[in-house]
């Protein structure tokens, strides 16, 4: 089955950067898009950008975008979310999600999830 495992969260000052992966495995992905929301406590999920496996074309909310990248690596079956100029309110459980439809995992019903990673940015 398919299996999204997120890494590469942590504890950053304000102003530095993280990059996170999200490893997906269990199926061919070319043709599907790929999610990152981030959920802070207290708060909803929130989207965060996505990636469209087969093109690589990128969408970022209006929240992050300039400050974080998205890419992919097709050998390795792993998408990343490079985050720069972290600020403390990007504080939240970073989430990946997979789906084969874009408007699908834009609004947050992906069928595929991963466990979360921790970013926390101290002011």
């Known amino acids: 089955q398919v299996q999204l495992v997120e890494s590469g969260g942590g504890l950053v000052q304000a102003g530095g950067s993280l990059r996170l992966s999200c490893a997906a495995s269990g199926r061919t992905f070319n043709n599907y898009v790929m999610g990152w929301f981030r959920q802070a406590p207290g708060k909803e999920r929130e989207f965060v950008g996505s990636i469209r496996w087969s093109s690589g074309y990128t969408y970022y909310a209006d929240s992050v975008k300039g400050r974080f990248t998205i890419s992919r690596d097709n050998a390795k079956s792993t998408v990343y979310l490079q985050m720069n100029s972290l600020k403390p309110e990007d504080t939240a459980v970073y989430y990946c999600?997979?789906?084969?439809?874009?408007?699908?995992?834009?609004?947050?019903?992906?069928?595929?999830w991963g466990q979360g990673t921790q970013v926390t940015v101290s002011s």
């Open positions: 999600a997979a789906d084969i439809g874009w408007g699908t995992v834009l609004g947050g019903t992906a069928n595929y």
